[in-house]
């Protein structure tokens, strides 16, 4: 069954939230990361999730804040010991624009040593990606987009499961109108929900070019999307988050709603 399997829902610098990444898993079990989060804390998510780090081949990184791409050097460590020990087969293929591909060299070159720098261009790859390229990645074709974001370059990425639903990821920023088009009538769509409607006057999302779960609903709504999966957010009132985010989202949403939890399982 396809499921994606939730390693983090919060926000940068939430304390008792992973950052938002998840691994896209196919009928076969091939496994795509798409984000690695801000640290090592990505090993024992991946660990916490039954999600084997030599069998993860293929990863998406959206854009090079610290929360979405630090990570990636914690899962290179990782698999230099497997590759080492003959434990890991094939290779590690990682997606992204081409703004990352300095960003993740650049990071690596000042904090590895060279058996870890060795591995690039022999063990590990770059695919770079621009706006609406379609790459094949564990038998799904993604297409590759750029969502406009405000703050530095961003891409997302759409889909066609095997199922015949339609998926799209979204990054960490609002859906903006010049994407429209290339969401209407998905059948999952995942967006960011920085906080409630109700709470904006308090933590002000806008000015850090984040969203509302209203406003996601909104939007979600007048696209004809089928599910919406609200992500991303603050971890005020972490007992009742999903509740509440729900609660604010249905008033301006039909659809099927989901405000995951670190390490949930949502089969698609």
Known sequence: ???????????????NLFNTCFVLENDKKEKLLVDTGGGNGILSRLTKANVPINEIHDIFISHKHSDHVLGILWIIRKLEKFIADNKYEGNLTIYCHS???????????????KRFLDLFDTRIFFKILEDGQKVNVIGYELEAIDICAKSDLQYGFKTKLDNGKTFIFLGDEPLREPVYDRVKNVDYMCHEAFCLDSEAHIHTPYKFNHDTAKSAAEKAEMLNVKTLILW????????????????????????????????????L
């Open 99 to 113: 703004e990352l591909e300095k960003v993740i060299r650049g990071l690596c070159g000042l904090t590895f040593k």
């Open 232 to 267: 991303h957010t603050r971890e005020d009132f972490l007992d009742k988050r999903a509740e509440r985010f729900k609660e604010e989202a249905s008033k301006y949403f039909k659809g099927n709603i989901i405000v995951p939890e670190d390490l949930d399982i949502i089969e």
């Open 1 to 15: 069954m396809e499921k994606i399997i939730v390693l983090g829902t919060g926000y940068a610098t939430a304390e």
